[in-house]
């Protein structure tokens, strides 16, 4: 439609003119002594217009000939910006799909153009670790490091590839710096997360813990074991240190206090470092939130409590949370420890036939030999055994 409008334009256009031209009478006299020119306007107008014309397309025709030069420079910097973004993305998608020899030597060709040669010296950095090629990785990132932008990449990488090598506190200095360039995203947290684990350092390890739970970055069992093994070492460097054992079960939060495996650490290191009754307060706590077997073993073994007093708590237990096999064991121990040996074994045989277990028969043996009874004594620990086997 434009087209149309434009054309319609032109005849107007022309046909205007033309009458102009048609009508125009005038004459343009040049004087250039001796000689007299006489002119009429139409063909005055037709020669400035032809002169425009042909000065306009002379101008022209002369600039593209001076720009030629730079022309062909852009269209060669173009075409090599376009090779290097291909070499780049085939490099990439080699790295991934595990061609990492092809990667690296796609990368290499996508080093000639600045845009391009800090990401590819990254990926061709990253494919000569995987193939073990440690200098040649080395020599990527001084490559990788030239280009300004790609400073923080760099950075991660190296402290990435630095916590697969064991090069513990190598990797914990290039995080501390990412950290104080204000990232703090999910990748870094977990490499953090390697690093102190390697360094032993539990205490970061924990707090590092934190922050990559509150952005679910991690499996809730891989966050949980982990929790474990750190609070296990850190247990294991306070033992029998009563302050610091409370110290830390105060440092915790309160959801982490919550979680029964945790508990059960304390509960165990207090009872071990004879603050038995911290541990029975914390056992008392969990198990009135809900049953944790580990956890009422462990509360039957505690001292400092009266025998009444804890199989009354025990009963109330089972009635709150049914007959599991633990507070069924804990009951019929707590009453073989105190000779109360019918209410042992009946405790002891519920456990037996809810879950036959090498404890449940071993306990009933041991019961039986107490009382002189050697021939069940014996079948209970043939059955441990055969369990055991």
Request: hydrophobic fraction near 50%; charge should be positive; proline fraction near 2%.
């Amino acid at each position: 439609m434009r087209w149309v409008v434009w054309l319609l334009v032109a005849f107007a256009a022309a046909v205007g003119l033309a009458l102009l031209m048609r009508f125009n009478q005038g004459n343009v006299v040049v004087l250039w002594p001796p000689y007299r020119i006489d002119l009429s306007v139409n063909l005055v107008l037709a020669i400035l217009a032809a002169g425009f014309t042909l000065m306009h397309l002379l101008l022209v025709g002369t600039a593209r000939a001076l720009g030629l030069p730079q022309r062909v420079k852009d269209y060669r910097q173009r075409r090599q910006q376009e090779q290097s973004a291909a070499s780049l993305r085939e490099a990439v998608l080699a790295f991934f799909e595990g061609r990492l020899g092809r990667s690296e030597r796609f990368a290499r060709g996508a080093l000639s153009t600045a845009a391009t040669a800090g990401p590819a010296a990254l990926v061709a950095a990253r494919a000569a670790h995987r193939m073990q090629e440690r200098d040649r990785r080395d020599q990527w990132f001084k490559e990788a490091a030239q280009d300004p932008g790609a400073a923080q990449a760099v950075l991660m990488s190296q402290a990435e590839v630095a916590v697969d090598d064991r090069r513990t506190s190598e990797a914990i200095d290039l995080l501390e710096q990412i950290r104080s360039r204000g990232a703090r995203h999910v990748v870094s947290l977990r490499t953090a997360l390697r690093a102190y684990e390697q360094a032993e350092r539990w205490d970061d390890v924990l707090r590092t813990l934190r922050l990559v739970e509150k952005r679910d970055a991690l499996h809730p069992v891989a966050t949980a074991q982990l929790r474990a093994r750190a609070l296990s070492a850190l247990l294991t460097r306070s033992e029998g240190d009563q302050a610091a054992v409370r110290a830390l079960w105060k440092g915790l939060r309160a959801d982490e206090r919550a979680s029964g495996a945790v508990a059960v650490q304390f509960a165990r290191a207090f009872a071990d470092c004879g603050a038995q009754d911290d541990a029975r307060r914390i056992a008392e706590q969990t198990l009135d939130a809900g049953m944790d077997d580990a956890m009422v073993a462990l509360y039957g073994r505690l001292d400092g409590l009266g025998v009444r007093d804890r199989l009354d708590r025990l009963e109330g237990w089972r009635t709150r949370h049914g007959d599991g096999v633990g507070v069924l064991m804990a009951l019929g121990e707590v009453c073989a420890a105190e000779k109360l040996w019918g209410k042992a074994e009946d405790y002891l045989q519920q456990a037996l036939r809810r879950e036959p277990s090498v404890r449940a028969h071993l306990a009933l043996g041991e019961l039986y030999e107490r009382l002189g009874r050697a021939s069940e004594a014996s079948a209970q620990f043939r059955d441990a055994a055969r369990l055991a086997v």
